[in-house]
């Protein structure tokens, strides 16, 4: 359970599944994000793991730092044990950076991650970290798009957008709604928000376990 400041809780990643990954299987699922959550706090890891990771971690990431220390974490483990249970409820204290709302960094803080991410991996992960990268900024935009003053974060909605165009020759990494919905923004952002609109009602399960 996360106990947010103002009274809403959310139930997320308890599955009740038990099973044992490969460094293959929790590197992709840590990436996917949808049963491995990023958070440190929900992993135990041995030692010898952590050796020089402080040359690996940038000191200035507010957001998803933890992703970023997970997948190096992940990435010096042969094998990983997955337990889809949350024994504990997590308090988000009134001035913790999950409820601060928009800003640059919560923004683009997510998205160096995930660019250091795809400099820094193995051949055989580039593809999984793009896709990262891709679904990112998608998100963002989304949520940008669709934000009750979305004409204060224009600056920001731009910037993602153009990032995107950046990536366009690598929107066959997608899935085929976020294909459709990466071109849109990339081709014709007008239309966004009603499409994302159907997307959300038509094809996101909510996720709560």
């Not at 030692?47 to 997970?70: H, K, T, V």
């Amino acid at each position: 359970q996360i106990h947010f400041p103002d009274g809403r809780i959310e139930y997320v990643h308890q599955s009740g599944k038990l099973r044992t990954q490969n460094h293959a299987t929790g590197l992709r699922e840590l990436l996917d994000n949808r049963e491995v959550s990023l958070s440190l706090c929900t992993k135990l890891y041995r030692r010898a793991l952590f050796e020089g990771l402080s040359s690996w971690m940038p000191r200035d990431i507010r957001y998803n730092e933890d992703l970023l220390m997970n997948y190096y974490l992940f990435d010096r483990a042969k094998s990983a044990v997955f337990e889809g249970i949350c024994p504990y409820h997590y308090l988000l204290r009134g001035d913790s950076a999950s409820c601060k709302g928009i800003s640059e960094a919560y923004i683009f803080d997510p998205i160096r991650v995930r660019r250091l991410l795809l400099e820094r991996c193995a051949p055989d992960m580039k593809d999984m970290c793009r896709q990262a990268l891709l679904r990112n900024l998608l998100f963002n935009y989304a949520q940008l798009d669709v934000h009750p003053r979305r004409g204060e974060y224009a600056e920001f909605r731009h910037r993602v957008r153009q990032m995107l165009l950046a990536e366009k020759s690598t929107f066959s990494l997608l899935s085929p709604r976020n294909r459709i919905l990466a071109n849109m923004i990339c081709y014709a952002p007008w239309s966004f928000r009603l499409a994302y609109g159907a997307y959300v009602a038509l094809f996101q399960r909510e996720q709560q376990h």
